[in-house]
């Protein structure tokens, strides 16, 4: 085989096109251009076997709910149980059997523009899902927790199929029709739960970017909400938005101070 030039073998690579036939081939070629893209070549299967695992992991809730006949398996997580200000969002979400998205995990530990583009395709491939939105007097009416509970059930009651089993982030839910199962750290240990903490979090980012152009002071486009120091000292020369949970300690000193 005659010895291909270093720019058509990147292309190839950049293609996907590079077959392990080629790369077998190709190590033996001593040209540094050609062993560096032997490496880049290894590198990225080694993360795409990794993330490859990484799923199937994710998988053993769901694929155990399966083989105990369940045919539709919804995940559930919210998004802004912390903040000083602005909703709390939950999000339920039932996948296809054969759902696959190398990467997926829990919404925090993706960077904005893969949470984004997961999103999207969440909501494109999703069975069902839904999202609720409990905004701040609401959330001070009955507290965090009790609003948290509110908006994952509200999330479970606009699917419009009937899940068999539902896998909750860390909360127990009752008066469900269906079993459920509560799991710490949930969005890291299923593919349900990460895909619904996804879909909560960028809905909720979204509204709080709207909330920064209505209310710029506070920083909500980059603290959505939190209480930076930023946020806080804002709290204190500005004074508290509609938008502002005044039963948290901290909105409900500045209110006072």
Do not use: W
């Not at 996948?95 to 919404?107: A, E, I, Q, T, Y």
């Not at 710490?184 to 509204?207: H, N, P, Q, W, Y």
């Amino acid at each position: 085989m005659d010895k291909q030039p270093i720019t058509v073998l990147k292309k190839l690579f950049e293609a996907g096109e590079l077959s392990e036939e080629l790369v077998t081939y190709l190590r033996a070629d001593d040209r540094k251009g050609v062993q560096k893209l032997i490496k880049t070549y290894e590198n990225q299967k080694r993360k795409e076997e990794m993330l490859e695992k990484n799923f199937m992991d994710m998988c053993y809730y769901e694929e155990r709910g399966y083989a105990s006949g369940c045919e539709y398996i919804a995940g559930i997580d919210e998004a802004g149980r912390g903040p000083l200000a602005g909703p709390v969002v939950a999000a339920a979400v039932i996948l296809p059997r054969n759902f696959k998205l190398l990467g997926l995990n829990d919404s925090k530990q993706l960077n904005e523009a893969t949470r984004t583009k997961f999103f999207n395709i969440i909501k494109e491939q999703a069975v069902s899902y839904g999202i609720s939105i409990i905004g701040s007097q609401k959330i001070d009416e009955i507290n965090i927790f009790e609003a948290t509970k509110l908006a994952m059930h509200d999330a479970i009651n606009q699917l419009n199929l009937k899940p068999n089993h539902i896998l909750i982030d860390a909360v127990e839910l009752r008066g469900l029709s269906c079993s459920s199962e509560s799991i710490t750290k949930g969005d890291a240990k299923s593919i349900s739960i990460a895909a619904a903490s996804i879909l909560a979090k960028v809905t909720r980012d979204e509204m709080m970017k709207e909330l920064h152009s209505e209310y710029p002071n506070y920083g909500f486009n980059s603290n959505v909400g939190y209480g930076t120091k930023h946020h806080i000292d804002s709290l204190m020369e500005h004074g508290v938005s509609p938008y502002h949970r005044r039963s948290f300690a901290p909105v409900r000193n500045a209110v006072h101070y």
